[in-house]
C-alpha cells in the first residue's frame, strides 16, 4: 500500500476518533450534572485508577504505557471540561479578585525595602531598579530580610532568586516555602564582577579572595587561572566582601563584587568582567508580606507538593499544556524534613486577565495536594 493510501486511511480512522471524542465529551457533560446534583468532587481517583489498569490490560503489550499516557491525557481534558461547564470559584480565586481591585494602579515608586548586605550589594541595584526611590535597609542574611517584613520594619524585600551561571539561590526558595510571603514584582540584572582591592595592590600581590558563593561559583575560571596558592573565602555578600578588604590591615586581599563598590569603599579594580559568560544574569523578586497584583502581571510562580508516585508530575503538567499555558521555568527542592517528597517550582506566563489563568487557578485544588500560590507578578526589564 502507498503512503498516500496509508495517510487516507489514517484521515478515516481520525474522523471516526473525532465522532467517538464529541460523544465522549458529550457524556462527560452529562457526568458533570450528575456530580455537581449529588455534590461529588471533579476527580474520583479510585475510578481512574481502575479504568486506567483496565485499559492498559485490553491492548496488547508493547502498545499498554502508550495507551497509558493517551487516556491520562483524555481524562485530564474531561476533567478540566466539567471544570469549565460549572465554574465554581475556588477561596484562592476570590483572595486573587479582591487583591486586584485592592491593589494600586501603579507599582509604589517610594517604600522601605529590605536587603541583604550592605551598600553596593547586587540586591541593592536590582532595588533601585524596581523603585524610583526605594529607602533601602540592610540585614546580615536572607532570612532576616523575611522578618523584616513580617515584623513591620519594611514594606517589601529584594532577594536574588536565580542566576544564569550558577543556578538558584536554594536557600531563598526554602524561605519562601516555609513564610506565607508573595512576589510582587521581579527583574533580571545583567551581573558583572569585579576583582577589587585596596590601592597600591598589584593582582600577583592577591593571597586570598573573599566573595559570596554565588559569585565564587559564576567566577570559577578566573580564579582557577589566580592558582591554587590563592585562598577562596566565601562570605555573606559581595558587596560585605568589598567592606571587608576595605577595613583590612592586610595588603594581599581582594573582593569579588559589583562595579560600585569601587567608589564605595575606595578599592581599585585589578580586573574587570571577571564572571565566566559575558550574559551573567541574576533575577532578583520583590517580596511582601501581602498579596499585591499589580495592573500587568503577566508571570504567575506557585510552588507546588507531588504525591511520590510515577505519573504525578505529569498530571499536573497535562493540565497546564490542556489549559494552553506557557510554562518558563520548571524546578524540583527536596522538601526539608519529608524523606523521599519533592516540591516543585513553577512559573507559568499567562496575564492575570485571562480565561486560563482563571480555570487554573480553580483547578489547582483538585490536581494538587498541597500548593502554595506566590503571587502573579511583571518582571522589570
Request: charged fraction near 25%; aromatic fraction near 10%.
Amino acid at each position: 500500500m502507498s503512503l498516500e493510501a496509508l495517510r487516507k486511511e489514517i484521515d478515516a480512522i481520525d474522523d471516526k476518533l473525532l465522532q467517538a471524542f464529541q460523544e465522549r465529551m458529550a457524556v462527560v457533560a452529562q457526568v458533570s450534572q450528575a456530580k455537581r446534583a449529588g455534590d461529588l468532587p471533579v476527580l474520583d481517583a479510585a475510578r481512574e485508577r481502575s479504568k486506567l489498569e483496565d485499559i492498559a490490560s485490553k491492548l496488547p503489550e508493547e502498545l499498554q504505557q502508550y495507551g497509558y499516557f493517551l487516556w491520562s491525557m483524555l481524562f485530564e481534558i474531561s476533567r478540566s471540561h466539567q471544570s469549565a461547564l460549572d465554574p465554581q470559584p475556588s477561596p484562592l480565586r476570590r483572595e486573587i479578585e479582591a487583591a486586584m481591585t485592592q491593589t494600586p494602579n501603579l507599582f509604589p515608586p517610594r517604600a522601605t525595602v529590605a536587603c541583604q548586605g550592605v551598600e553596593g550589594a547586587y540586591s541593592q541595584l536590582a532595588c533601585e531598579k524596581l523603585f524610583k526611590h526605594p529607602q533601602v535597609m540592610f540585614f546580615g542574611s536572607f532570612e532576616s530580610v523575611f522578618s523584616a517584613i513580617e515584623n513591620g520594619f519594611c514594606d517589601y524585600g529584594v532577594l536574588p532568586l536565580e542566576n544564569s551561571t550558577a543556578g538558584s539561590v536554594k536557600q531563598v526558595y526554602d524561605l519562601m516555602l516555609s513564610r506565607n510571603f508573595k512576589i510582587v514584582r521581579s527583574t533580571r540584572l545583567k551581573v558583572d564582577h569585579n576583582l577589587l582591592a585596596k590601592k597600591g595592590t598589584k593582582l600577583e600581590d592577591v593571597k586570598e579572595v573573599f566573595s559570596h558563593p554565588q559569585a565564587i561559583s559564576q567566577c570559577s575560571a578566573f580564579l582557577e587561572k589566580m592558582g591554587k596558592s590563592v585562598k577562596i573565602t566565601p562570605c555573606e555578600n559581595t558587596a560585605a566582601a568589598a567592606e571587608a578588604v576595605a577595613k583590612s590591615e592586610r595588603r594581599d586581599v581582594a573582593a569579588i563584587c559589583s562595579h560600585s563598590c569601587i567608589a564605595l569603599y575606595a578599592l581599585d579594580c585589578l580586573a574587570a568582567d571577571v564572571q565566566d559568560r559575558g550574559d551573567n544574569y541574576t533575577r532578583f523578586i520583590c517580596i511582601s508580606k501581602q498579596l499585591q497584583i499589580f495592573p500587568g502581571a503577566d508571570k504567575t510562580s506557585l510552588m507546588v507538593s507531588l504525591p511520590h508516585r510515577p505519573g504525578s508530575l505529569y498530571q499536573i503538567l497535562a493540565r497546564f499544556y490542556t489549559l494552553g499555558l506557557n510554562l518558563i521555568k520548571l524546578e524540583s527542592r527536596p522538601i526539608p524534613g519529608r524523606d523521599f517528597e519533592f516540591m516543585f517550582y513553577f512559573d507559568l506566563e499567562t496575564s492575570v486577565y485571562s480565561e486560563e489563568f482563571i480555570r487554573m487557578v480553580d483547578d489547582l485544588s483538585t490536581i494538587c495536594e498541597e500548593f502554595q500560590y506566590l503571587g502573579s507578578y511583571s518582571e522589570v526589564v
